[in-house]
Every structure is written in C-alpha cells, then in structure tokens.
C-alpha cells in the first residue's frame, strides 16, 4: 500500500515539472478511468485499495492536517470588491464591469493551484479598479478521479465563505493550502484552519463547513461546470474566449492575455 501510494505520489509531481510541455491541467472524468491530469495516464481509483472509513472521514472536531499557511497579501486588495452567488457561480467585481472573466477549477487540481498563485495574480489589480469581474465555477470531480470528498469539502466551504464577506481571502488561503491531488486532505477539520488563516471568525461559517451545509449548491456548482461543457481545469474565458492554456500560469503572460482582450 505505502509502496503504491509513493507512486502515485511521484507521478503528480512528475506530472507537474512537465507543466507546458505536455500537461496543461485536469481532466474531468465522471467514472474516474479517463486520463489522468491530462498526460495519458489512467486516474488512480480509490475503489481498488481497501481502506478504513473512519481513517478517511475523521470527526470534524478532530484536529487533523497541518497548521493552515496565510493567502499571499495580495489578496489583501479585493477586501472592498463586492461577491454574489448566482446558481452554480460565485462572481467576485462589480456587476457593472466592462469585462468579465470565466474560471472553472476543482480545489483539488495542483493547476489551478499553479493559476491561482501566478496567472491570476494579474487579475487583482483590474478586479480592485473595478475594470473586470469573475465568474467561478467550482468543480468536484476529482473526488470522483481519487476518492474522497476533498473537492466536495471545498466547495462547500468557498461557498460559506461567500456569507462571511471574506471569499476571496479564502479562496486564495485555499490553494495556498492545497494537499497532494491524491490525498483527500480537505476535511471540514483543515478547511476551518484554512477559514481562520484567511481570517474568517465566523460561527455560522464553522458550522456550514462541519454541517456540510451548501451541499445542494455544491451539485448545482458541479452541473454548471458540466452544462458549460467544460472537461477540465483551470479553464478560464475572457469576455467568452478561451485563454491560451499558456497563458495562465506566468502572471506576465496572462497580463498580455488580458491585455489583449481589452482589459486595462
């Protein structure tokens, strides 16, 4: 089992150091056998080792994970910038800016952990003047590609985090923290570090995240993501056009991207 899981373990980062030369993210697939991070190989399922349920789903009082690290100060600067809900998407920016900019990601994907701390961070500027807005579209079926309900979790959790007027603190502390993709790391436990990292002292956030409260939003999320036809993540659109996969994770590259679509 330790052998087999070492395995998977150095595949992932094998699988990230060839970034942009053959992976470029994360592929959905519903039954868990389609290719895994995009490169071919077969997604690891959970189903095919024995484990202890317990072990899996510890108590969200229990005082699993590691300490959660802080998000990047950056992210300091959208304090002010309003957030809503709307069906299966979360927008952060005015509602009346000129451009819009679509992100689908899972909280699971080691890509748009890549994204959000590079490609992105040219987002924060424009998003602070008020000149774009973003729609995100949260996936979860990478719980499906490695067991577990990390990306469920998540999910559940970044919608929460939209009540505490702190969802983009805690989206950004989110993948700060993100554990290996095949580790189901995102307990209710470590999302309350994640939610206290990112600054959030909210009792009705706490419970939302250990009562799995948003679980309904949390499928109407998932079937957004499908209906767009979206197959894997990140994918990000600027004003409806797909950005070169190239692009999302150098902030400078992304700039351009943006840039080039207008966006000052």
Request: hydrophobic share 35%; glycine share 6%.
């Given at each position: 089992m330790a052998v087999r899981k070492a395995g998977r373990m150095a595949?992932?980062?094998a699988a990230v150091a060839l970034l942009g030369a053959v992976v470029t993210g994360c592929d959905s697939d519903d039954d868990g056998d389609g290719d895994w991070m995009g490169g071919g190989k077969k997604s690891p399922s959970a189903s095919a080792e024995p484990s202890d349920p317990a072990a899996k789903?510890?108590?969200?009082?229990?005082?699993?994970?590691?300490?959660?690290?802080?998000?990047?100060?950056?992210?300091?600067?959208?304090?002010?910038?309003?957030t809503a809900v709307k069906g299966g998407v979360i927008t952060v920016g005015e509602p009346s800016a000129k451009h819009?900019?679509?992100?689908?990601?899972?909280?699971?994907?080691?890509?748009?952990?890549?994204?959000?701390?590079?490609?992105?961070?040219?987002?924060?500027?424009?998003?602070?003047?008020?000149?774009?807005?973003?729609?995100?579209?949260?996936?979860?079926?990478?719980?499906?590609?490695?067991?577990?309900?990390?990306?469920?979790?998540?999910?559940?959790a970044l919608r929460a985090a939209v009540d505490t007027g702190k969802f983009p603190q805690f989206h950004s502390a989110l993948f700060t923290n993100q554990p290996e993709e095949s580790d189901d790391g995102f307990t209710p436990a470590f999302l309350l570090k994640v939610g206290a990292a990112a600054g959030i002292k909210d009792a009705a956030f706490d419970k939302a995240v250990t009562a799995n409260a948003h679980k309904a939003w949390v499928a109407t999320a998932m079937k957004a993501f499908t209906a767009d036809g979206v197959s894997g993540t990140p994918t990000v659109e600027i004003d409806g056009k797909k950005a070169p996969a190239d692009s999302l994770y150098d902030k400078a590259d992304f700039a351009k991207a943006l840039k080039d679509a207008g966006v000052s």
């Open positions: 595949a992932s980062v789903s510890p108590s969200p009082s229990q005082d699993t994970g590691p300490a959660a690290k802080v998000p990047p100060a950056s992210v300091n600067d959208l304090a002010k910038v309003p819009t900019v679509k992100v689908y990601e899972d909280p699971r994907c080691p890509f748009c952990k890549k994204f959000e701390e590079n490609g992105a961070q040219a987002l924060v500027a424009p998003l602070a003047a008020g000149d774009v807005k973003v729609e995100y579209t949260i996936a979860s079926f990478l719980d499906n590609n490695f067991g577990g309900d990390g990306s469920k979790n998540a999910a559940n």
